[in-house]
């Protein structure tokens, strides 16, 4: 049932009251720690850094059980963070939203709308980008559009990640063992410390995640498990000291049998459910299939399906979720003088992917498809920082360069066994509908940005930036209806260019050492390119660029000796030609089409707020608070013409919400350490919650009422063997059903979810040294 407002209300009061009633009765003695930040691509305190940001040291995403990014979207306000609302992108490729802004898809041309950095370097594709949290050192969530600084597709927001260092003067290392619920065993190292002390330094870490599984396919196939590999290490050099080189690489290699969904319901009503090709195919195929599949005579293809548990899933097609992913990079920063600082970032990246999904979740193959996905990219950026004017003034140059090359292809089967059986006098051509579909992209894009910051007065600061930006997509596009031989659409190849100036303007004020009060504008913007299509006429329908403009009001303060910090914002963004990718009923085969095309605009407003406080020695406890109200406030024709699975015209309306949107998004928690005569215990709790949201546009069933999580961790920091460290770790522990895809198929009348995990239980023993 969806949670009722003043519920809503009556947890958030509770919330900030307990933190605030500890907050009073802080000690001298404690404090809330000093965190640092790269939001704007320099080191700076983040009490002192005039953009909304959530950020994460490794203690802290490990005190809260955080192993794998998404996990991040649950202690963060307004991020929406989980693997891909296209599922046929496996479980690793990432749909992220901050602030109602985002997309859930992974195939070329769609880019993301919240941008991943790892140590500088931006991730043009999706898939992969939910990694494994081991030898992370920090990782940042900036809210907003990050159009000047960040600017590739940072139209939402962007994820900074940043990894440790390698250190030039002490030798340090990590072992880790994890054992957990549904087989997880995981295990990792690391070691890091001076070759050449003071001068050349190396680290290198492993990380190997294994787990059986959470969910079942018919053929008593584990789904959802996970068999990972990651390796991670880098050299760094500083043969003077204004010179700091550093060698970057990581490798990691998955092969799972990927994210598992199920049958809700197989709708029979109303019309035009059972479509007249389920019919078909039961009349013609069924008993041809289910000797072929070996499933019980006269099974059909209608509710027996259907799954009670949603863990259990009668799928029997598809079912592998692998990639190779692989980079690196070279940053270097040069020390020209106290007023200049040169950085250059270079980098390669490459992926391989193939995917497996049976989407009907049925044995049948109604709807299932199979990618295969190669895509490496290049970059150069250079920077040019300082200070000028007696510190009163500080800046930043900086010039960007990326190429991204790209293929995929595309294998689905659409109501398979149809044109195998039915009698050669009935065919008829749209009996025919398993697609084979190839995509190619090759995408440059170069920039000049610069932002600076000038002290009117010891309280008073102006910011002022901006970034041009010179976008190139070549797009190549096919479609093969396999069974038939025929090209529906020939190679078809389009090209398009984009020129986009988004700037940002800012003033800061701190009237006190303790509070610094912000207000921003900033633009964002994200290119377009072009929709799937079966017809010839249409082959490569193209989409235009998204923009948005966000007016930003916040505040950084800290209160009594900093034992509370409490930083707040509010934001009002225009959001243009929002582009979604939708799901289609194709009008020649009758096969499920996902398309991009461009929705219309919306109008966004909200806040968020964070509070750290430490009452009293030992005890820490947090709250954060997010609400977003998205709304569309104009519709394409395109987005009017969308049908819901009851047949519904206008089924998207001018004042509907935007999906993938909570209204509410809540997180606290408390933790306490208590000093005992054999070690340290901690012993932590959390809670996070999500308001109501659709999942899916224009589609009813795909409603998701708020939901609660609950995750708790004890940890033993033994005396007697310094270093070591025993934790006892539990997620979701009420056991929600929550989902991050839950949608009806046109074509089939298939009601589907894809959950998220289940309740986890995991023991680790991690010993530094």
Do not use: C
Request: aromatic share 12%.
């Amino acid at each position: 049932m969806p949670t009722s407002n003043s519920a809503r209300a009556k947890l958030l009061m509770a919330t900030t009251a307990l933190v605030l009633s500890f907050a009073g009765q802080a000690l001298a003695q404690t404090e809330v720690a000093e965190v640092v930040v790269t939001s704007e691509r320099r080191e700076t305190k983040l009490q002192d850094t005039p953009v909304s940001v959530s950020a994460f040291s490794q203690e802290t995403m490990a005190a809260r059980g955080a192993t794998n990014l998404q996990d991040l979207g649950n202690f963060t306000p307004n991020l929406e963070l989980h693997q891909t609302n296209r599922p046929a992108g496996g479980g690793s490729a990432y749909a992220g939203y901050i602030r109602g802004v985002g997309t859930g898809d992974f195939q070329f041309p769609t880019d993301p709308g919240v941008g991943v950095y790892v140590d500088d370097v931006y991730l043009a594709r999706a898939v992969g980008g939910l990694m494994s949290l081991d030898d992370i050192e920090r990782a940042e969530v900036l809210k907003g559009p990050q159009g000047a600084l960040f600017g590739r597709n940072t139209i939402g927001g962007a994820i900074n990640i940043v990894t440790e260092k390698p250190d030039l003067s002490e030798v340090s290392g990590v072992l880790k063992a994890r054992v957990g619920s549904y087989g997880r065993t995981d295990f990792g190292l690391a070691i890091n410390g001076p070759i050449i002390e003071g001068r050349l330094a190396g680290k290198l870490s492993a990380s190997f995640l294994n787990s059986d599984g959470w969910s079942k396919r018919y053929d008593g196939q584990n789904g959802n498990n996970e068999h990972r590999i990651v390796f991670r290490t880098a050299l760094r050099y500083v043969p003077a000291d204004n010179l700091d080189v550093q060698f970057n690489a990581d490798y990691s290699e998955q092969n799972n049998v990927g994210p598992q969904g199920y049958l809700i319901r197989y709708l029979t009503s109303p019309a035009p459910f059972p479509p007249a090709k389920a019919a078909r195919f039961n009349t013609y195929a069924a008993a041809a299939e289910n000797q072929r599949l070996g499933l019980p005579a006269g099974s059909l293809y209608d509710n027996r399906w259907a799954s009670s548990d949603p863990y259990q899933s009668n799928a029997l097609q598809g079912g592998y979720d692998n990639y190779q992913i692989g980079g690196a990079s070279v940053v270097a920063t040069w020390d020209v003088s106290e007023a200049l600082t040169v950085k250059s970032v270079t980098a390669f990246r490459g992926v391989s992917a193939k995917i497996g999904v049976d989407g009907d979740q049925t044995p049948y193959s109604m709807q299932t498809s199979q990618t295969e996905l190669y895509d490496h990219q290049y970059s150069q950026e250079l920077q040019f920082s300082g200070s000028a004017l007696d510190d009163r003034l500080k800046y930043l140059v900086g010039l960007y360069a990326f190429q991204e090359n790209g293929s995929s292809k595309l294998y689905t089967e659409s109501f398979h066994g149809i044109w195998e059986n039915v009698p050669l006098a009935l065919r008829i051509n749209s009996d025919a509908a398993d697609t084979f579909t190839y995509f190619y992209m090759k995408a440059k894009s170069y920039a000049i940005f610069t932002q600076e910051s000038f002290a009117l007065t010891p309280q008073i600061e102006l910011t002022v930036g901006g970034r041009y930006n010179w976008d190139e997509k070549d797009y190549a596009f096919s479609v093969r209806f396999t069974q038939r031989g025929v090209a529906q659409v020939p190679f078809s190849r389009d090209n398009q260019t984009w020129e986009s100036f988004t700037p940002k303007a800012g003033i800061n004020w701190r009237p006190a050492d303790n509070i610094l009060i912000y207000a921003s504008y900033q633009e964002g913007f994200k290119s377009g390119g072009w929709g799937s299509s079966n017809s010839p006429l249409s082959p490569t329908p193209r989409y235009q660029p998204e923009t948005i403009s966000t007016w930003e009001l916040g505040a950084k303060t800290d209160w009594f000796n900093r034992r509370l910090t409490a930083n707040v914002a509010v934001f009002q963004s225009d959001y243009k030609e929002i582009q979604f990718t939708v799901q289609k009923v194709d009008p020649v085969t009758g096969a499920n089409l996902r398309t991009t095309q461009n929705s219309g605009d919306a109008d966004i407003q909200g806040f968020e707020a964070e509070f750290v406080a430490v009452p009293t020695d030992g005890m820490t406890l947090n709250l954060g608070v997010g609400y977003v109200d998205a709304k569309f406030n104009r519709l394409t024709p395109q987005a009017r013409a969308i049908l819901d699975p009851f047949n519904r015209p206008n089924a998207v309306k001018i004042g509907d919400s935007l999906p993938q949107v909570p209204d509410w998004s809540v997180n606290g928690g408390a933790q306490y350490v208590f000093q005992l005569a054999a070690g340290d215990l901690t012993v932590r709790g959390d809670a996070s919650y999500k308001g109501d949201q659709f999942l899916t546009l224009g589609d009813p069933t795909s409603f998701q009422a708020g939901y609660t999580l609950y995750n708790a961790a004890i940890t033993f920091a033994p005396n007697a063997v310094p270093g070591l460290e025993l934790s006892l770790n539990g997620t979701n522990l009420s056991d929600e059903v929550y989902y991050a895809y839950h949608a009806t198929l046109p074509p089939t009348g298939q009601e589907v979810g894809l959950p998220v995990q289940p309740r986890l239980v995991y023991a680790t023993a991690k010993f530094q040294f």
